[in-house]
């Protein structure tokens, strides 16, 4: 989850990132792959594949196995690639209008917060410079002593 993930947030930003790709865990359970399985599942699987790949092909894969054949991870790999390549086809990125617009949106609420800021600073040191002044304003009364 974490890969697919990473790829996906580099798909939304404005990064140049190449393709987007995904990753399972294969596993295999009576006779069955299993794409992403359980815990549970995965205790009983005699097969424990990641596989991370694009639309295009495979890109990594980590293996673990308990007495399967080469047909058997073969065809874990195609069903896992199918997988991924129904992941990475999803259309993630926004509408280029809608990106300029998000774009400039957070420009002007920048701007609006830091006028805001610039604001509250000039009345708190306005306020600061009065208090001062009326401090120093006031007369002090010699203190008489008995």
């Known amino acids: 989850m974490a890969i697919t993930g990473a790829s996906v947030a580099l798909a939304l930003s404005d990064i140049p990132f190449q393709k987007t790709i995904a990753a399972v865990r294969m596993g295999f359970v009576d006779g069955q792959y299993i794409v992403n399985p359980t815990f549970l599942q995965r205790k009983e699987s005699k097969l424990d594949l990641i596989v991370v790949g694009s639309k295009d092909g495979l890109v990594m894969v980590e293996a673990g196995a308990k007495e399967v054949t080469e047909e058997q991870v073969v065809t874990a790999l195609d069903t896992a690639h199918a997988a991924i390549k129904q992941i990475v086809a999803v259309d993630r990125r926004p509408r280029e209008g809608s990106r300029q617009e998000e774009a400039h949106g957070r420009e002007e609420g920048n701007r609006r917060r830091l006028l805001q800021g610039r604001s509250k600073a000039r ?10 002044s009326a401090r120093s304003s006031r007369t002090t009364r010699p203190s008489t002593s008995r």
Do not use: D, N
């Open 123 to 132: 009345s708190s040191s306005r306020s600061r410079r009065r208090c001062a």
